[in-house]
T-cell receptor
Framework: LAKTTQPISMDSYEGQEVNITCSHN???????ITWYQQFPSQGPRFIIQ???TKVTNEVASLFIPADRKSSTLSLPRVSLSDTAVYYC?????????????FGSGTRLQVQP | DSGVTQTPKHLITATGQRVTLRCSPR?????VYWYQQSLDQGLQFLIQ???????AKGNILERFSAQQFPDLHSELNLSSLELGDSALYFC?????????FGPGTRLTVT
C-alpha cells in the first residue's frame, strides 16, 4: 500500500471549513483514496472514498488533483462533534476486502 | 451503530494470563478483520478470516491466535499476556466497499 503523510494535528473553530491534506506520492493506478474518522475509544468510521477529481457526500468532500499524489478532505462548517482523528488510506480498498493500513492520522480539535 | 458486536467491552487481567475476545460481524457479512490499537497509535492489522478460513495475516504475534466459526462469529485468543498487549482490539466486517468496525474491546494487562 502507498505510504501516506498527513499533518499530526489541526485546530479549528466551530462553523469553519476544515481541509486536511494527505500526500501519497507513490499512489498506484488501481489505488483508491479513503478517509476514516475515529472518536476516542471507538472504531473507525468510513467517511468518503474517491479515485479522482471530486467526490461529495452528506458529510464531506474529497478533492483529488489530476496527478493523484495528494488529496484533501474538506469538512464544511465543523462542529465540536467533529473533534476526532482522521485517517487517510490509499490502496486497493474499493471492494473493502483488504485489511486497511492506518497511519497516525490527523487529530482535529474543534474549539467553540 | 455499525452492526458489528464485540464482547467484552472491557477486560482487565494479569500478565501471563490468557483471554478470548469475541466478535460478531454484521448479518450476512462473511469477513472478519482484527485490529490492535495501542494508546495514541494507529490501528495495526492482525488477521483476516473469510467464511471460516484464514485469508491474511498482519502483525500478529505467535502468542495470539484466532478462528472464525460456522455461524461466522470470530474469537481472538491472546495468551501469555504482557503489559504491552494492553490496547483496544477492534474487529471489522465488510459490506460493499466499506469496512464496518465494532466498538472494540479494551484490554488492560496489569
Amino acid at each position: 500500500l502507498a505510504k501516506t503523510t498527513q499533518p499530526i494535528s489541526m485546530d479549528s473553530y466551530e462553523g469553519q471549513e476544515v481541509n486536511i491534506t494527505c500526500s501519497h506520492n507513490n499512489i498506484a493506478t488501481n489505488d483508491y483514496i479513503t478517509w476514516y474518522q475515529q472518536f476516542p475509544s471507538q472504531g473507525p468510521r468510513f467517511i468518503i472514498q474517491g479515485y479522482k477529481t471530486k467526490v461529495t457526500n452528506e458529510v464531506a468532500s474529497l478533492f483529488i488533483p489530476a496527478d493523484r499524489k495528494s488529496s484533501t478532505l474538506s469538512l464544511p462548517r465543523v462542529s465540536l462533534s467533529d473533534t476526532a482523528v482522521y485517517y487517510c488510506l490509499v490502496g486497493e480498498v474499493s471492494t473493502g476486502r483488504r485489511a486497511l493500513t492506518f497511519g497516525s492520522g490527523t487529530r482535529l480539535q474543534v474549539q467553540p | 451503530d455499525s452492526g458489528v458486536t464485540q464482547t467484552p467491552k472491557h477486560l482487565i487481567t494479569a500478565t501471563g494470563q490468557r483471554v478470548t475476545l469475541r466478535c460478531s460481524p454484521r448479518s450476512g457479512d462473511l469477513s472478519v478483520y482484527w485490529y490492535q490499537q495501542s494508546l495514541d497509535q494507529g490501528l495495526q492489522f492482525l488477521i483476516q478470516y473469510y467464511n471460516g478460513e484464514e485469508r491474511a495475516k498482519g502483525n500478529i504475534l505467535e502468542r495470539f491466535s484466532a478462528q472464525q466459526f460456522p455461524d461466522l462469529h470470530s474469537e481472538l485468543n491472546l495468551s501469555s499476556l504482557e503489559l504491552g498487549d494492553s490496547a483496544l482490539y477492534f474487529c471489522a466486517s465488510v459490506r460493499d466497499y466499506e469496512q464496518y468496525f465494532g466498538p472494540g474491546t479494551r484490554l488492560t494487562v496489569t
